[in-house]
């Protein structure tokens, strides 16, 4: 079983930062993909960002292109999502998930565990 705690949220103003991190409890966070996704008030939830196990993989969503970036510390069992210049629409709760086949999908099946989330409000 692999436990997954976000922290970093926050309320931060358009055009600022935020840097999430997930924290896994199982070592065997080293042989996952790690996925953010997001999930805004009465929207689906929605892919964010993805790494592979071992980090030489990233992939993002458009809407999040050249303003995000994930990243790895496996030996710390944590991932991080750097959020710069962020937007009134990133407003969200930001979930982290990991993904024991290492796929770094983008489909929000195919991963096993979650975190509870962590909320990001993004005001004008």
């Known amino acids: 079983q692999v436990q997954l705690v976000e922290s970093g949220g926050g309320l931060v103003q358009a055009g600022g930062s935020l840097r999430l991190s997930c924290a896994a409890s199982?070592?065997?966070?080293?042989?996952?993909?790690m996925g953010w996704f997001r999930q805004a008030p009465g929207k689906e939830r929605e892919f964010v960002a993805a790494i592979s196990w071992n980090g030489g993989y990233t992939n993002y969503a458009d809407s999040v292109k050249g303003r995000f970036t994930i990243s790895r510390n496996t030996a710390e069992n944590t991932v991080y999502l750097q959020m710069n210049r962020l937007k009134r629409e990133d407003t969200a709760v930001y979930y982290c998930?990991?993904?024991?086949?290492?796929?770094?999908?983008?489909?929000?099946?195919?991963?096993?565990?979650w975190g509870q989330g962590t909320q990001v409000t993004v005001s004008s």
């Open positions: 199982e070592r065997t966070f080293s042989n996952c993909a």
């Open positions: 998930a990991a993904d024991l086949l290492g796929g770094s999908s983008p489909h929000p099946a195919e991963y096993d565990y």
